[in-house]
């Protein structure tokens, strides 16, 4: 092919997002006759996310599916994203996608990424080693959170002692009891069997974990108009699809579990939850450049 | 007559003053650094179960030292000529072919020291952005790389200056080196666009490997070379490869753990574990062999390093072995093979390797090693005993009364708890093993420094800075490795590598078998750093789908990759131990073979018994 480009998942393959990104490929490749021939490096073969991100912009991984918060770094306008309780359904997720994007467009591409749009990694929810089911069993009780001031503080507010601890020391933090719970998603509940560690999934929903696609700026000023705009569409025709695909996928995931003796706890009034974690959402609303108009815009998204 | 002498030496004088300052400087710096990476953790864990409040910043600010940490040792280790090399073509030439060589050496040094420091330079500059914990802009970390390339061309200017004649070819090095780096960056490899990069890369590392070029310098020659003919990757993205992937939390263990077996030997208390091992194991035929074995079973439950163990049982026990008999190639074989055991027995520094690789808990890698550490222990002894039988090697004398062995066990107790404790608070979730590895840290020092009274506050200084450097040298291995393993993923040539393998034989069996030659393969060349960060990735999918657990997977790699630091032509611990102790490298080679062949008896065991890895976690469990 003329155009060769890297994309790096974090995640296996079989994974939503790595089918996802599967079906998006071939659709490019399809699109483009074979001229543009994006290739997946599933597993972090090519680096964890924020590695992937630095590499894409210095160029030596072209695209990526990005969790937000790692992004945050460069962009600090998206930590608005990892707000508890703005995104409160798939359709709010998809309708950002979006009037979002152009919003940040600048922004990224200011820093050496294009952005190509938004979709749904997942809902982050609780995996605990004891039953929860209100914010006061999380009171005092050790928890693991994502390398974030913001999810700290979230915790901090519900009453929980958080500990940022990296992504691969979480199982075994749990089964030594070092933490007694922390937040994930669905499939990685399953993947990475934090179930047999963590038999309560708590379904508060208190962050959608938004994936964050973006490409190397300087590979893309490279590529003629006409492929730009097949890449573009194929993206967004597959962030509409994703949440769909999704659903499927979790709801398969939890099941799996079940089977193996998880125990779903939902969560019917979300209120104390939200209430508990005000003050930080106020806080960081005003601490993010240009917070405010970007809760607004992504509240009135329906 | 005087005057014109010194206007010769003056430069090389002022420069040799020049370069050591820096050295001191340098020194210093490194110390500092770990230093505060020390106070960093423990602070950490002091607050999480004192204060019973995490600090969120403490993991950041340590990798953010180790980052320095590496490079600043890195620069060191040039000056000191610390840096790992294979010497089989060096150690034979001499005269006029000696001098090429050398001039060679600095050549290719100075030129990958000035490609590291300019993609250094450019990586801090567009990088960009503020760190997610303590929201420092990102340039502070990657700033060490363009310092640690202005420290080390100053250091390889005075690389074995002492007259004006190696000034000059130093200088002229350098000079051809920057002439070099600039046809490299104007396309001077550009009629080699088409050729592959990895055989390009491979190329270039096997040449500089050949030539005495240091392992790590030779793997990063080839990575920026590979790319000057064909952009696979951005020049900045290649540093910016080598500290993620040597800066992962879980290795920030490495410093802690090597230090606290190099504080082992500053207090005295590694005769101390003699002693006891001699009590326990010294009356049997071949008696030294096997406290030779024995004792590296127990400093290897304390240190996480082969080779520190093969440098200083060499230093200990073969002047001993050899004045009671035992050949000395048989002396050097026993050390250098039983070097391995540090690496099986938890704490390991392989183990966090491959951790940071797989993804796999530590806790249950580091329990997994336990039986196969004391099996190789065992095969080991049972080796030494059949050849000291037939060589009548030391026969068999009076066992210690057990009055003696309990005193022994008694001195000897203030340093084995530390085993216990590290593991104990591992695998009852009290701590990580980075926590882990600086509180035996921090024991170690205490009982050295204020029980037993061993060393003052100067000899610390020089010890801890040591430390820090081969800390650093190790760090920086893994993470020249990096790039050139992510050139080789990223061009798939591994994976094809895989598929092709797993066409032709199905099953369990028939993998282990592809993976046990894979490994020993790449163990007779590279480094176990390297080759584990190359080969694990890709045959652990493989291996897992096939229904091996990826911890057993991960001992069995370990054992065989040291194995390949026992065999030639590349026998990094061979090569240690011969060194140190004077004995031709191939004498020992000869003389190692039992015992390499006892080893892979007890890998075939692991390949076909899982439960001996993976078993005791279970049963613990
Ligand atoms: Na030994
Ligand atoms: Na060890």
Request: net charge negative; glycine share 8%; proline share 5%.
């Amino acid at each position: 092919a003329e155009y060769n480009a890297k994309l790096s998942l974090d995640v296996p393959e079989g994974n939503t997002k790595y089918v996802a990104a599967k079906k998006f490929a071939d659709m490019v490749r399809e699109r483009t006759d074979d001229n543009v021939d994006i290739k997946l490096f599933p597993n972090s073969v090519l680096g964890g996310e924020s590695e992937s991100a630095e590499g894409i912009r210095l160029g030596s991984v072209q695209m990526g599916i990005i969790t937000s918060s790692v992004l945050t770094s460069w962009v600090p306008e998206v930590q608005v994203l990892d707000l508890p309780y703005l995104i409160n359904s798939d359709e709010q997720a998809v309708a950002i996608n979006q009037p979002l994007t152009d919003e940040l467009e600048p922004k990224f591409e200011d820093e050496g990424f294009h952005l190509m749009g938004f979709s749904v990694n997942g809902i982050r929810q609780l995996m605990s080693s004891t039953p929860i089911h209100s914010v006061d069993d999380v009171k005092g009780k050790k928890m693991r959170v994502i390398q974030s001031p913001l999810h700290v503080a979230m915790w901090k507010a519900a009453g929980a002692n958080p500990t940022p601890i990296p992504a691969p020391e979480i199982y075994n933090s749990m089964q030594t009891g070092v933490i007694d719970f922390f937040d994930n998603t669905a499939t990685n509940y399953l993947t990475n069997r934090f179930y047999e560690v963590a038999p309560y999934y708590v379904k508060t929903g208190h962050v959608y974990a938004m994936g964050t696609w973006v490409v190397s700026q300087s590979w893309w000023q490279r590529l003629p108009e006409e492929y730009q705009q097949e890449i573009t569409k194929a993206a967004n025709e597959v962030q509409e699809q994703l949440p769909a695909m999704r659903q499927q996928d979790d709801k398969a995931a939890l099941a799996k579990t079940v089977e193996d003796g998880a125990t779903i706890i939902e969560i019917d009034d979300k209120g104390p939850w939200k209430e508990a974690m005000q003050p930080v959402r106020e806080e960081y609303i005003k601490k993010i450049p240009n917070g405010k108009a970007l809760v607004s815009l992504i509240e009135n998204a329906d | 007559m005087s005057a014109y002498r010194l206007s010769h030496t003056l430069p090389v004088l002022s420069l040799e003053r020049a370069a050591a300052g820096l050295e001191s400087v340098v020194r210093l710096l490194v110390f500092v650094t770990l230093l505060a990476m020390t106070i960093d953790v423990f602070a950490g864990v002091v607050s999480r179960y004192v204060f019973n409040d995490a600090f969120s910043w403490t993991a950041e600010f340590a990798v953010w030292s180790f980052t320095w940490l590496i490079f600043l040792g890195a620069a060191l280790g040039i000056r000191q000529q610390r840096h790992v090399a294979a010497d089989f073509l060096t150690k034979n030439v001499s005269g006029w072919s000696a001098e090429l060589l050398s001039f060679i050496q600095s050549l290719i040094l100075a030129l990958t020291v000035m490609m590291m420091m300019f993609s250094g330079y450019q990586l801090a500059e567009m990088v960009g952005g503020v760190s997610a914990s303590l929201e420092w802009p990102k340039i502070y970390k990657y700033a060490v790389i363009p310092v640690f390339g202005l420290i080390g061309l100053v250091f390889l200017l005075a690389r074995d200056a002492d007259n004006t004649r190696t000034l000059i070819r130093n200088f002229l090095a350098l000079g051809i080196a920057g002439l070099l780096y600039l046809g490299l960056d104007h396309g001077l490899l550009a009629p080699l666009q088409g050729i592959s990069p990895s055989l390009i890369m491979l190329a270039a590392f096997f040449v500089a490997l050949g030539v005495g070029v240091p392992v790590s310098f030779s793997l990063m020659f080839g990575v920026f070379l590979a790319n000057s003919a064909s952009f696979i990757l951005p020049a900045p993205a290649i540093v910016q490869n080598m500290v993620t992937g040597s800066t992962k939390f879980i290795l920030l263990a490495i410093p802690f753990f090597l230090s606290t077996g190099y504080l082992l030997n500053l207090g005295g208390l590694s005769t101390r574990l003699i002693d006891f091992a001699s009590s326990l194991v010294g009356h049997l035929r071949g008696g030294l062999a096997h406290v030779n074995v024995l004792n590296s079973l127990m400093v290897g439950g304390i240190s996480g390093s082969s080779s520190a163990d093969a440098a200083s049982s060499t230093k200990i026990l073969v002047p001993e072995m050899v004045q009671r008999g035992y050949s000395p190639a048989f002396s050097c074989a026993v050390t250098a093979s039983s070097a391995i055991l540090p690496n099986v027995v938890p704490p390991a520094i392989a183990m966090l390797v491959y951790a940071s690789v797989a993804n796999v808990s530590i806790a249950r890698l580091f329990m997994a090693g336990i039986l196969p550490a004391i099996l190789c222990a065992g095969v080991l002894m049972g080796v030494s005993y059949l050849i000291s039988v037939r060589r009548q090697y030391q026969t068999a004398t009076d066992r210690a009364p057990w009055s003696d062995v309990w005193r022994s066990f008694l001195r000897a107790l203030p340093v084995l708890v530390i085993t216990v404790g590290v593991l104990g608070g591992i695998r009852f979730g009290i701590i990580t093993a980075t926590e882990a590895g600086v509180i035996a840290l921090i024991w170690t020092f205490v009982l050295g420094k204020f029980v037993f009274r061993e060393y003052g506050w100067k000899k610390f200084y020089r010890a801890f800075a040591e430390c820090g450097t081969d800390a650093a040298l190790v760090g920086f291995l893994i993470a020249a490795s990096v790039p050139f393993a992510w050139v080789l993923i990223a061009e798939q040539v591994p994976q094809e590598i895989v598929a092709w393998a797993s066409t032709i034989v199905d099953g369990q069996l028939g993998l282990f078998i592809i993976l046990l030659v894979v490994l020993a393969a790449a163990g007779m060349f590279l480094d176990l750093t390297p080759a584990m960060l190359i080969i694990a990735p890709l045959f652990l999918p493989m291996m897992t789908n096939a229904g091996v657990d990826p911890v057993q997977l991960g001992i069995i790699m370990i054992i065989v990759l040291q194995l390949g630091g026992v065999s030639p032509p590349v026998g990094l611990l061979v090569f240690i131990s011969s060194q140190i102790a004077k004995v031709s490298p191939s004498a020992v080679f000869r003389a190692v073979v039992p015992f390499i062949a006892g080893a892979m008896v007890v890998v075939v065991l692991l390949c076909l018994f899982p439960f001996l890895t993976i078993g005791l976690w279970e049963l613990w469990g």
